[in-house]
């Protein structure tokens, strides 16, 4: 189950037997603390949570999937799988920090439809 902690952007994503998994796994921590995201193991289980906000799990996606190794396949689909779509509000808010971003590079980055992408850029125009 997904999470959003309240008051802020977090995400809190489920990683069972995240290390059995993975083969490799420290570079891969390494890649993850690397984004300022928190990954930890839930209690004395071999259970971890990967708490992040949205770019950091942007950011996480495209630093492991430039690595290639096989076993981490398993931890990019679990991302993809509990990746949250992003709301109008919150597209309006990251094209606001980032005001020179075009159509296409925030749908690549958000996995947005072009619809909703054409309607928060409109709102930052108009407003």
């Known amino acids: 189950m997904i999470k959003i902690i309240k008051n802020t952007s977090m995400i809190e994503i489920p990683l069972n ?40 799990i942007s950011e996480i ?7 290639e190794e096989p ?25 606001k920090q980032q005001p020179l971003i075009t159509l296409n590079q925030l749908i690549e980055k958000t996995d947005c439809t072009l619809a909703q992408a054409r309607e928060a850029i409109d709102i930052v125009e108009w407003h």
């Open 61 to 67: 996606l495209n630093n492991v999937q430039v690595n």
């Open 71 to 95: 076993s981490w396949q398993w931890f990019i689909n679990e991302l993809h799988k509990h990746k949250p779509q992003l709301s109008v509000n919150e597209l309006v808010e990251l094209i």
């Open 17 to 56: 037997s995240f290390v059995r998994r993975t083969q490799d796994h420290k570079p891969l921590k390494a890649l993850i603390m690397g984004t300022g995201a928190l990954l930890k193991r839930k209690g004395r289980s071999r259970n971890w949570v990967l708490k992040a906000d949205w770019p950091q």
